[in-house]
């Protein structure tokens, strides 16, 4: 699989500089490429704790993602999945800390660690005031002590940033980020592997299975599942994490490993929502890619058994998007239907004239059915003369239910008859075509106004235009000779139909896909019933 | 490939009912699931100008990710790459139009022309002032009169919104539309199709192509051209824009398809601001997902000539986190690395009984490497002994520049230099532990305190514990009874480290991923290691 890098040597780095480029100018980072990947805030005054995370890429938006306002101050990036150097997080500490020293956010794993560590111990050489606390969220592993640290993770950031901002002191937040720790446990599952830059991808997951509690870096699941449905899935999760759940109130964060679409995250966040399995779920952060695998087509969720005043951190204003905002989980709202839905039945009246008239009109399309059907069969599935015909034998019927003395309403009523026998395309734009008639000759406007005014408005709707093959070639000749009378209508109409067997580029409906040959000599036949109609009328 | 998904009929109403309960309360929906299928913003008085968007499913967060204040009032939702009903989008106007009416904002597909076109209709007969605008803005097919709409549309949704907010009037905004749809352009590439929920996945894209100008429901891209490198279709995309794009300012919005890592779309980011071939560019949205293709790997960009008030409307608040924002492009800011990488060279002095204590430490090392070696086989892959014998020599060598006198200094130095001649783990956990007892001594604690002190580092540091079979089980229990002398210490050493030979379940550090059987009546050499060096000091 191909993927949208330059090198695997440079991607990082390249990454790294299209945050910034596109930050608005809220971040800045370190010199010391490719070396030295460090991200900061351009708005520090190291007048507050400095929260400082990091560890291998590949997790985006974690962690450039999280710095700003309310959250990180710096993050200290490593290659795709590897650790950052000593010396990288030694420079992000020096970088960020004043007085009120910095905190370090470390996922549980051993170079983070290490790595961190020793950068930690070099600082306080300094005598900087620094702090670290381990992320250890994970419980896919039961029987390793040193669980790994996954999206919980963005609990600590968010909640000790929170406090950070708030001007606490270091102890204050490091106090909060262990108790975070100790109250969020996570699990994740997947329905593939990641795709690592440069590795060919392991194709490990065979299909109709799920890993269960994998780690986000390409670590296998502790379990292969059968895969069967969102809901099953979700409850998998939710009852694996049921034994480790603090106490209400809960919040969950469900987040993207990367592959998955926004489709799937919302209903999986309905699964979510609507389970039983965790009582005193009450909050959620996300759906939201928030700690990644690459691409990964999983999801995690973490459950924080929240206390103090844990909410109103985690509710906190940012100033990044990536923080998806923590908010109440609630039924869905549902709002009735409103009026208007069934149109209103027209009141029956008489007009003999008008129903001769419209009697006449459909008389022509039922009378044209097998030739308009021989001439579509050139161009299409040879059904037009059939849908025109019924149609017309459909509106015949109901003439006596038509209110034939209020031309507004008959427009209109003609439509809404249209729109519920005629099919297709050609069914909805008739009833569009007689709809906006009927506005137009509400407002005053001339029949013949009126007309125009319709198939302006088909044009726009459909899209078509004189020149496109359609029934316009005929209709809007026709319109503009009809004040001249039907005679001229009708001559302008033939004409138009007749030059559609001309015009083998058709650009619109369905004889666009037509080779030219086929279209040659042959009338368009919605162009052609538009002649037949006018013509018929000077009879 | 399975998809989180329960079944294809109900997808798109679980995730829209997944949408609203975690929404925080901001969104409703109106009854008539599952035909119809519309969500509007729950704060919506009818005071304004309502805003209504929509189109088949497949696209999130378009549509219903951008309702909110300052875009959409409601979004039509049809299912999955398939139009709404005329009903819905009906249900749609009635629910939110109020006096001031509404704009229809609908992508060039034939399905959503009509149905929202009728619709349209139908709303203006209950004398509802309804504007529709149509966006064409994909350039893929230029001899197609009727371009696609794609993710340019997200410009028209954010000024017409941000107009609308401001009280804005229908002619207004709907003048604003059609200005900015007329100024908009978008080509899109992708590295691999879009799996549809429920059927087969078509394998259209071979390795290293990629398609130019496709669709965002499935289409194929009219080109299917060679992948090179993130630049060249970055660039390739910019050079079929450019005839197209307007003049300066422009705004770019770059959008993730779907299936595209954030890591990529950040390279693409930098590709895209880095490129020359389009002139005047200087603002960008994203990237982010927004206009998404279910899965597709792939990103398109969408340039705005933008006049009037653009900017600023681009740049208003909205309350939704998938609008990424409008932000100025700028080269990456970098801040020199601070000082203090380079760690500062103790001042060597001299200690006759210091060096002489630290030789003969040394020597214990370099004595037992061969005892080491092959304990280590036992566990591992039997170079303990060589590590810390070759570190022993390295220490030994730097003993005439260490700062004997100054016991602060001189643990510092220890570690630093065991730091940096010393690898793996083990390296940076003595590095750690001699700068903690270092720090530790500098605060006036005794040299048994202080010793400690670097234990309580290395454990939080390496997450490594008594009994979990390492140095600790050795070094621990001796430094409890060092108050009593070195041969009480030694004692405790030696118990410490013979009990590891009992320990079969390793807990940390590389024996973990050892059999039992292997390591059952074998002491580990780093708990070993420290019962020979107190042992000698006995002697």
Known sequence: ??????????????????????????????????????????????????????????HEPAHVGYIGKGMLTAAVCGDVFASPSVDAVLAGILAVSGSAGCLLIVKNYTGDRLNFGLAAERARAYGIKVAMVIVDD????????????????????????????????LDTVCAAATRVIDNVCSIGMSLDTCTVPGSPKEERIEAGKAELGLGIHGESGVELVDFVSARDAMSLVLERLKPHAGNAPLVALLNNLGGTTPLEMAILAEELAKSDVIEGLQY???????????????????????????????????????????????????????????????????????????????????????????????????DTGSTLAGAARALKDAIPRLPQADLTQLYRAIGLELSQTMGGSSGVLLAIFFSAVGDAASSGQSNVQALTSGLVRVQEVGGAHPGDRTMIDALAPALKALPNGFAAAAQAARAGADHTAEIVKAKAGRASYISEDRLKGHNDPGAEAVALLFESLTE
Do not use: Y
């Open 1 to 58: 699989m191909a993927q949208f890098i330059n090198t695997k040597e440079t991607l990082v780095t390249e990454a790294i500089d299209g945050n910034l480029r596109t930050a608005g100018g809220l971040l800045v980072r370190l010199d010391g490429f490719p070396h030295i990947k460090v991200v900061l805030r351009n708005d520090w005054d190291k007048s507050k704790v400095a929260l400082i995370s990091g560890g291998g890429s590949g």
């Open 138 to 169: 994970d419980i896919a592993l039961p029987d390793l002590p040193q669980a790994r640290g996954v999206a919980g993770t963005l609990f600590v950031h968010k909640i000790a940033g929170a406090l950070a901002e708030a001007g606490a002191d």
């Open 284 to 382: 959620l952060v996300g759906p939201a890619p928030m700690m990644t695998s690459l691409d990964m087509r999983g999801f995690s969720v973490s459950l924080l058994s929240m206390c103090d005043d844990d909410l109103a951190l985690l509710q906190a204003p940012v100033d990044m998007t990536n923080w998806p905002g923590c908010r109440t989980i609630d039924a869905p709202i549902v709002h009735p239907i409103p009026d208007g839905l069934t149109p209103i039945k027209p009141i029956p009246s008489n007009d003999p004239a008008i129903a001769r008239f419209i009697k006449r009109c459909c008389d022509v399309f039922i009378k044209a059915e097998c030739t308009l059907n021989v001439l579509d069969a050139q161009s299409g599935d040879g």
